[in-house]
């Protein structure tokens, strides 16, 4: 069965904190992707991979930084966590010209 | 550019069909797709179009895409509550990952 997992369902964090999200997945994916859910805007792109230690900026790249040293693994860093990045993150990841698979989110509260 | 635009709420009636609709204005969308986002969870793949194809059924879902006007629509017959959920859809164009719609809330009513 396909599986994209992410480290935490739920976090809580102080503002100025860095933060770091885990997603791992287990399919042998070149490209892995990371998202954050924001009610009435949809999903947006942050950042995605489509290769080990290769990143390109999404839509709002502002404030997130991402690291991909293996291929099953996909890190997004929040350098100094602000409230404006309350939000749920949403880790996916495809192989080329194919759906992509989400892991479960991490909604993420910075207070 | 890239832009895919829903109505943000839908309420049927248990038993109804429910529309979904969708529309998208880059015309180099190779795949079109629909997920579903229940309550406190990640997305799931519900079905997905070619760009080449003007619709396709799978069980009580049928998509419909029509390319001239960049339409895609979502098709639930016999809407049951377990429907109830966020429906996104999504198009990818071969550039980069996938754009998002910003979802629609379908309510079911009993």
């Known amino acids: 069965d396909v599986k994209v997992t992410q480290s935490s369902r739920y976090l809580v964090k102080r503002t100025g904190e860095k933060v770091f999200l885990e997603c791992v997945q287990d399919?042998?994916?070149?490209?892995m992707f990371w998202y954050r859910q924001d009610p009435g805007l949809g999903l947006r792109l942050i950042y995605f991979?489509?290769?080990?230690?290769?990143?390109e900026k999404g839509d709002i790249p502002e404030g997130y930084s991402v690291s991909r040293e293996k291929k099953e693994r996909f890190s997004l860093i929040l350098e100094s966590a602000s409230t404006n990045q309350t939000s749920m993150y949403l880790c996916a990841s495809s192989s080329p010209v194919a759906e992509a698979f989400f892991g479960q989110g991490t909604r993420l509260t910075v207070v | 550019g890239e832009d895919v635009e829903q109505s943000l709420f839908l309420s049927v009636r248990e038993g109804d069909s429910s529309v979904i609709n969708c529309t998208y204005t880059?015309?180099?969308?190779?795949?079109l797709y629909w997920y579903k986002q229940e309550p406190g969870a990640g997305l799931q793949l519900l079905t997905y179009i070619f760009s080449n194809m003007d619709m396709k059924q799978d069980q009580r879902l049928t998509v419909l895409l029509n390319k001239k006007d960049k339409h895609l629509s979502l098709r639930i017959a016999d809407t049951q509550t377990g429907d109830s959920a966020i429906y996104f859809c999504?198009?990818?164009?071969?550039?980069?990952?996938?754009?998002f719609g910003s979802g629609t809330r379908l309510q079911v009513q009993p």
């Open positions: 999504a198009e990818y164009t071969g550039r980069r990952a996938l754009t």
């Open positions: 991979s489509y290769d080990v230690k290769m990143k």
């Open positions: 399919m042998d994916h070149e490209n």
């Open positions: 880059d015309s180099s969308s190779t795949y």
